[in-house]
């Protein structure tokens, strides 16, 4: 079974301040890195992805960064707002074939 | 609006009951997928369907069973053999698995099940 290791499992960070969540991974045929966001009682979203071929992308205040020499891949939320607490899971897959595998998620909490 | 519906949001049965979770979606996508979510395990994949009338096991699939009669329908029953049901139930659904699509999950806002 593929294996997904994200941490850290929760996360306190001051409003303003950087979050930083990793998610590794074995399977190096993963050529597609998600990171979906989860508020209470909803489902989870895209929030943003990354594809191999870039070791970084960048939307807003999030951005991804990716190793791909180490199996890793960072979620990165500046200036963290309240409104940014929620559970984030790393879903890496293969494009085209096996659905995708989730991370057991990571709590932020975001605190003015 | 197009999206995923899934019904009943809240769903109480008595042991030894099966029960049945509904999700529709409209997005005219191919793929459809059943996740079980609990506190500090992440999303497990129950099971997922490609195409009409075909449809496979995920890692948890025993107590649990799918059809898939139609493209925008893919109804779960929790069979009385599942032993521990207690959980968020999410649904999804995603272009074909095949195509060079993203592989983006678009997600229905779950139903709980809680088995007294």
């Known amino acids: 079974q593929q294996q997904v290791k994200q941490s850290p499992q929760s996360l306190i960070v001051q409003k303003g301040g950087i979050s930083i969540i990793n998610c590794a991974y074995e399977?190096?045929?993963?050529?597609?890195f998600p990171w979906y966001q989860q508020f209470p009682g909803k489902g989870p979203a895209l929030l943003i992805a990354?594809?191999?071929?870039?070791s970084e992308k960048k939307e807003g205040r999030f951005t991804i960064s990716f190793n791909k020499s180490a199996k890793q891949f960072s979620l990165h939320i500046m200036d963290s707002q309240p409104g940014d607490s929620a559970t984030y899971f790393c879903?890496?897959?293969?494009?085209?074939?096996?659905?995708?595998?989730f991370g057991k998620g990571t709590r932020l909490s975001v605190i003015a | 609006d197009g999206g995923i519906t899934q019904s009943p949001k809240y769903l109480f049965r008595k042991e030894g009951q099966n029960v049945t979770l509904s999700c529709e979606q409209n997005?005219?996508?191919?793929?459809m997928y059943w996740y079980r979510q609990d506190p500090g395990q992440g999303l497990r994949l129950i099971y997922y369907?490609?195409?009409?009338?075909?449809?496979q096991k995920g890692d948890i699939a025993e107590g649990y069973s799918v059809s898939r009669e139609k493209k925008e329908s893919f109804p779960l029953t929790v069979t009385s053999a599942q032993k521990n049901p207690t959980a968020f139930y999410l649904c999804?659904?995603?272009?074909?698995?095949?195509?060079?699509?993203?592989?983006?999950?678009?997600f229905g806002e779950g139903s709980r099940l809680t088995v007294l």
């Open positions: 999804a659904s995603s272009t074909f698995l095949a195509r060079m699509g993203t592989g983006e999950l678009f």
């Open positions: 399977n190096t045929a993963f050529d597609y």
């Open positions: 990354i594809r191999p071929d870039v």
């Open positions: 879903a890496p897959s293969i494009v085209g074939n096996t659905p995708l595998v």
């Open positions: 997005l005219n996508h191919d793929a």
């Open positions: 369907s490609q195409i009409v009338n075909d449809f």
